[in-house]
């Protein structure tokens, strides 16, 4: 589509055959520059204009205003600013932690008085080794390894780690194709469901464990039960829209009604119809338009607009000869996202932000239980080695075991001019609903697994013989400090 500067911006229909390298060297490479720098402002298209006119754009056509609204599904956000927010704000928090001591005041007497949960603990009749050389690796990571427990919560971590880590990346993907709402919504309400979840969570969880003073195996049994809860609440991924009206896409033109999987797939992807036959469309141009029959088109081209208007900040479109409708309107055609007749969005957000609070309830008992089951010398040691297995078996693999899955129900492709796949486009919301939920369900079936294994394998430490005749088990799990072992020796004396 050619703009020019008349009234009314008329849209002519290139009929020329100029190869893909040469049209982006030409107009339209302002305007792709001006979507790639996230549509700043009228200023940066004109620039992009400017530089397209240097390199030998002729005429009287000039490259109006792309009158993008964060409704558009070519509108890229400023994705890069989360970044920086959390980068300075960590380091604003890492300045008083540096004046943190070594040892916090007291610490020395808690450690006296406290009894080791390591696994199997009492079976071993010397210290174990600080493991403070380069040389002694080895064998403190065999040491670790031979612990059940602590193989059995890295893995529980990892399954956990990979649904959080595929969650972030495409659930607002999930939430913007489901729903058919904007990126920015999408983005939104990923915020409104995973930071007070995360945080309520977290926060939670900690306080279960403090609250009712869980040992080892007790803080394992909080993990297993609230990740048994999560499980259930996986099914928040059943609650499916089915997909807009796409012309060509889901739904043929002029016949417009909504199509099974199987008959998109016989269809195949048809763009063109008599409408815009000879209108010469380009399917490197991807710029989705809503039709006041309440069905998508891939561009104003493929719509058979001849009218580009300037309305509220947006793009509105007349003369199309593509769009049909009943009662005349102002315009036939706008550049926004068409409304869904789906309602199961607040439900979905209310089992989603279910589904989160639980995951994360299990975050701290999880790095609670892990701390306990190995020696206080060996705890900085084994959390490196955690969060290596968290992150080679669960954070990394998870977005490309997503994406994989995910992209298998696209069922548009941009095209591209190195004949490439380029985006997906439109995907089909039953099937990618389908995978969302088997990733979810089969991460959390892992977790429980094992968190039932870390459970049945943990052997607690025995009671030495002192406390073999304390009357009551509570008794029996405390721990004499050093200072009342001597007054009480020193008080049988004196009575004997």
Request: aromatic content about 10%.
């Amino acid at each position: 589509i050619k703009h020019q500067a008349v009234q009314g911006r008329e849209i002519q229909h290139s009929q020329t055959n100029r190869s893909c390298q040469r049209r982006y060297n030409s107009h339209e490479t302002g305007t792709d520059i001006t979507l790639s720098a996230f549509q700043l402002s009228d200023t940066a298209t004109h620039i992009g204009a400017g530089t397209a006119d240097k390199e030998g754009n002729t005429g009287n056509e000039v490259l109006v205003g792309l009158n993008l609204t964060s409704a558009s599904k070519v509108w890229i956000g400023a994705w890069w600013i989360g970044f920086i927010v959390a980068a300075v704000a960590c380091f604003i928090l890492a300045i008083p932690i540096f004046g943190y001591p070594a040892s916090l005041p007291g610490s020395e007497k808690l450690q006296q008085e406290k009894i080791s949960e390591a696994y199997n603990a009492s079976k071993s009749v010397e210290k174990p080794t600080a493991f403070t050389k380069l040389k002694e690796l080895p064998l403190a990571l065999t040491s670790l390894l031979r612990n059940p427990t602590f193989v059995f919560l890295n893995l529980a971590g990892a399954s956990e780690g990979m649904i959080i880590a595929g969650f972030a990346a495409f659930l607002p993907k999930q939430i913007e194709n489901q729903f058919s709402i904007s990126p920015v919504w999408s983005a939104l309400l990923m915020g409104l469901i995973t930071v007070p979840a995360g945080g309520g969570g977290t926060f939670l969880g900690g306080y279960l464990v403090k609250r009712f003073n869980l040992n080892c195996a007790g803080i394992i049994k909080l993990c297993l039960m609230v990740t048994v809860i999560a499980t259930l609440f996986t099914s928040c991924f059943l609650l499916s829209c089915p997909n807009l009206n796409f012309a060509g896409v889901t739904t043929p033109y002029q016949g417009f009604h909504q199509m099974q999987q199987s008959q998109m797939a016989e269809m195949g992807i048809d763009l063109e119809f008599a409408c815009n036959a000879n209108c010469s469309c380009s399917r490197y141009m991807y710029d989705p338009i809503c039709g006041a029959d309440n069905v998508m088109y891939y561009n104003p081209c493929y719509a058979g607009c001849a009218l580009e208007l300037s309305l509220n900040d947006s793009k509105s479109y007349k003369d199309c000869g593509c769009i049909t409708t009943k009662h005349p309107r102002e315009y036939d055609a706008t550049n926004t996202m068409c409304t869904s007749s789906c309602q199961y969005l607040p439900y979905f957000i209310a089992l989603c932000f279910t589904l989160m609070l639980f995951t994360f309830l299990a975050t701290m008992p999880a790095l609670s239980a892990t701390l306990r089951c190995v020696y206080d010398d060996q705890r900085s040691f084994a959390l490196g080695i955690q969060w290596i297995k968290v992150r080679l078996l669960g954070t990394i693999p998870a977005p490309m075991i997503f994406g994989t899955l995910i992209d298998e129900t696209c069922i548009l492709w941009q095209e591209t001019c190195d004949e490439e796949a380029g985006a997906c486009l439109v995907y089909e919301n039953s099937q990618m609903s389908r995978y969302m939920w088997i990733l979810a369900l089969t991460g959390k079936l892992c977790s429980v697994t094992f968190f039932f294994a870390a459970w049945w394998f943990y052997i607690p430490p025995k009671q030495v013989s002192h406390d073999e005749g304390c009357e009551n088990a509570e008794d029996c799990n405390r721990t004499a400090s050093p200072i009342s072992t001597v007054e009480s020796v020193i008080v049988m004396k004196s009575t004997s």
